[in-house]
Every structure is written in C-alpha cells, then in structure tokens.
C-alpha cells in the first residue's frame, strides 16, 4: 500500500503560481501512472494533469492545458504541479493519487487506488 501526502497549497492572487507536490511513501511499483486532481464545493472531482512513471508522457484536461505542468522526481518518489496563470476557476481541493494496476483510462477517478488527503488552492480575484 501506498501513502501519499500532498502539501504545497495555499491562497494565491489571480494570475499568480503555485508548485504542489506529492511525496509517496514508497515508490509505486505496478502502476502505470500518477494524477492529480481537484475538487470544488458542490462539484464533482475532476482530472487535472496524468503522467505516464515511466515514460514522463503527459497528459491534461482542457482547463489546464498550456498553464499547468505535472512531472516527477522517480529517485525521490515526488509528483509535483506546478500551476502558472491561476484564476478563480482553479479554486479547489487537490489531490494526487496513483493509477491501478491495468487501468487503461487515465483521466477517470475509478482508475486510481490511493489518493492523498488533498490540499487546498484558494485563488482570489
């Protein structure tokens, strides 16, 4: 089992950036992939950003694509988004969490078996 803390949340001013890790407690053997995340009050959870451990090919939802960036440090076992041009929009919980085994879709939270306990972005405007 893999435990995974997110940290690096925090209030920021629209347009303004923010780096969020994700330190696993052991590296994630068997799975495909890491994501992150978020979660908005009264919203469903949504897909951010995928990356592929061993290849590093990305992926990203629309609302992302071109102001965030998701890699990882495989020697440290850290995921990490960073986050440029942020709005209102981006406010949310957001959590990382790792692909299951086989999982083929990337971007839907049921291919995912651990998840972190989330960090909170406040954008203000």
């Known amino acids: 089992q893999v435990q995974l803390e997110e940290s690096g949340g925090g209030l920021v001013q629209t347009g303004g950036s923010l780096r969020l890790s994700c330190a696993a407690s052991?590296?994630?053997?068997?799975?495909?992939?890491m994501g992150w995340f978020r979660q908005a009050p009264g919203k469903e959870r949504e897909f951010v950003a995928h990356?592929?451990?061993?290849?590093?090919?990305?992926n990203y939802a629309d609302s992302v694509k071109g102001r965030f960036t998701i890699s990882r440090d495989n020697a440290k076992n850290t995921l990490y988004l960073q986050m440029n041009s942020l709005t209102a929009e981006d406010t949310a919980v957001y959590y990382c969490?790792?692909?299951?085994?086989?999982?083929?879709?990337?971007?839907?939270?049921?291919?995912?078996?651990?998840w972190g306990q989330g960090t909170q972005v406040t954008v203000s405007s």
């Open positions: 052991k590296r994630p053997f068997d799975t495909p992939g």
């Open positions: 969490a790792t692909r299951r085994y086989g999982s083929t879709a990337y971007a839907t939270t049921d291919s995912y078996a651990y």
């Open positions: 990356i592929y451990l061993s290849s590093g090919s990305t």
